[in-house]
Each structure stands twice: as C-alpha cells, then as structure tokens.
C-alpha cells in the first residue's frame, strides 16, 4: 500500500518545480552593446539626446513600471532620480 501514496506524491510535487529554465542574469555586455555606453554612467540623461542607441532599448526613469522578460539583445538604461544614468544593461 505504500507505494500508492508514492504516485500522487510525486505528481503533486513535480507540478512545484519550473518547466522553464530562467535566464542567466550574467549576460555579456556585448549581446546588446551595452559595454559601448559604459561611459555615460554617471552623466545627466541629456547625453543620451544625441546618441544612436539600438533599435531595440529602453530607457527606464524613476518609478517607471517595465517588463522583466529577458531578451540578451535588448540595451537597458536606468535613469536615477537626479536623472543621471545609473545602470546600462543587457537583457
């Protein structure tokens, strides 16, 4: 009788476990170019008015709601609330 407990014990549980492997957040800076905008860290947003960033960015400012889906080509700038660029990421 014992081993009929094992079966549904082990459905129920399995049902627990991710069928999707999340994304690795160490992503080389240069799947999306992000390593080219590194000098901008730091600097008022303005600096980012004349620059041709990818097609495919985002420019997050304070308080901003944003999607965590993960997508390597995709460059990310985060604005702090003194409007300085505070992080350039990929993903």
Known sequence: MKHLYVIP????LGACVSAETPPTTDVSQESCGAGNYMHLKGKDQ???????LLEN???????M????????ERLNVSIDEMGLVDRIWCG
Do not use: C, E, N
């Open 65 to 72: 709601a944003y999607t965590q889906d993960f997508q390597p």
């Open 9 to 12: 014990i082990s459905v129920a």
């Open 46 to 52: 303005v600096a980012l008015m004349g620059l041709k």
């Open 57 to 63: 960015h985002r420019l997050i400012q304070p308080g």
